[in-house]
């Protein structure tokens, strides 16, 4: 597949320039949209699901969140890749500096319209992390984000939508109970017979079927709030 967009440089709020995965709409502009990667950084993976949403009339921003660490940042699905990945997410990279790097991408869309966001895995926590804490989001989807549970007394401020796998071993349903729960607004979607990463289909535990109704589901949530 020819990927549609360029890698750019944008700078952060702490004086950082990383690098921003960007890709103009098609067709008539919906609205601006930041996609947050999974621990592997800004792959081919993500680069083509924003391609995806710009087709979908959006204009799309998927920061290298991981570029002041490890400029450039990809991971394979091999153990050792996995722990690299895992090191930076938990340890050398600070999630407040995730979620200030969102705030600027966002700032960066909101004089065209509306502007939404949505992540995988760590971008799933960070989607909702920015649905809480940032300005300037008009609805935000969450994919099996393992955090979220840690910032469960913390409230969404725009129309939010979370999705998780039955199967997820990371994420136990106990956890997504309590969201459930702590936010009776937030349309929590569960998949049955689904694991983590059942959006990915790099991955084993892919699931189409689910990754078409959950991609569904937040087009739907975006149309519905001004996209």
Same mark, same amino acid.
């Given at each position: 597949?020819?990927?549609? #967009?360029?890698?750019? &440089?944008?700078?952060?709020?702490?004086?950082?320039?990383?690098?921003?995965?960007?890709?103009?709409?098609?067709?008539?502009?919906?609205?601006?949209?930041?996609?947050?990667?999974?621990? @592997?950084?800004?792959?081919?993976?993500?680069?083509?699901?924003?391609?995806?949403?710009?087709?979908? #009339?959006?204009?799309? =921003?998927?920061?290298?969140?991981?570029?002041?660490?490890?400029?450039?940042?990809?991971? +394979?699905?091999?153990?050792?890749?996995?722990? &690299?990945?895992?090191?930076?997410?938990?340890?050398?990279?600070?999630?407040?500096?995730?979620?200030?790097?969102?705030?600027?991408?966002?700032?960066? =869309?909101?004089?065209? #319209?509306?502007?939404?966001?949505?992540?995988?895995?760590?971008?799933?926590? =960070?989607?909702?992390?920015?649905?809480?804490?940032?300005?300037?989001?008009?609805?935000?989807?969450?994919?099996?984000?393992?955090?979220?549970?840690?910032?469960?007394?913390?409230?969404?401020?725009?129309?939010?939508?979370?999705?998780?796998?039955?199967?997820?071993?990371?994420?136990?349903?106990?956890?997504?109970?309590?969201?459930?729960?702590?936010?009776?607004?937030?349309?929590?979607?569960?998949?049955?017979?689904?694991?983590?990463?059942?959006?990915?289909?790099?991955?084993?535990?892919?699931?189409?079927?689910?990754?078409?109704?959950?991609?569904?589901?937040?087009?739907? =949530? @975006? &149309?519905?709030?001004? +996209?």
């Amino acid at each position: 597949m020819t990927l549609r #967009g360029t890698m750019t &440089k944008m700078t952060m709020s702490d004086g950082a320039q990383i690098g921003v995965y960007h890709v103009a709409p098609q067709g008539a502009r919906r609205g601006g949209l930041v996609l947050i990667q999974e621990i @592997f950084g800004v792959t081919e993976h993500i680069k083509e699901l924003c391609d995806g949403y710009a087709a979908d #009339g959006y204009e799309v =921003l998927a920061p290298a969140l991981y570029d002041r660490e490890e400029p450039g940042f990809q991971a +394979g699905y091999a153990p050792e890749d996995i722990q &690299k990945a895992i090191r930076i997410a938990r340890g050398g990279h600070p999630f407040d500096l995730s979620i200030a790097d969102a705030q600027t991408c966002i700032n960066a =869309l909101t004089d065209k #319209g509306a502007v939404f966001i949505t992540g995988y895995c760590y971008g799933g926590s =960070l989607s909702w992390a920015a649905a809480c804490k940032c300005d300037g989001l008009a609805a935000a989807s969450g994919y099996y984000g393992g955090n979220i549970g840690q910032m469960n007394d913390w409230n969404p401020k725009c129309p939010t939508i979370l999705h998780f796998g039955k199967k997820d071993h990371g994420i136990p349903m106990e956890t997504v109970e309590k969201i459930k729960a702590a936010h009776p607004d937030v349309a929590v979607h569960v998949y049955e017979d689904c694991g983590h990463g059942f959006n990915s289909d790099r991955r084993t535990d892919y699931n189409e079927t689910a990754a078409k109704l959950a991609r569904q589901r937040t087009l739907d =949530l @975006f &149309k519905a709030n001004g +996209g």
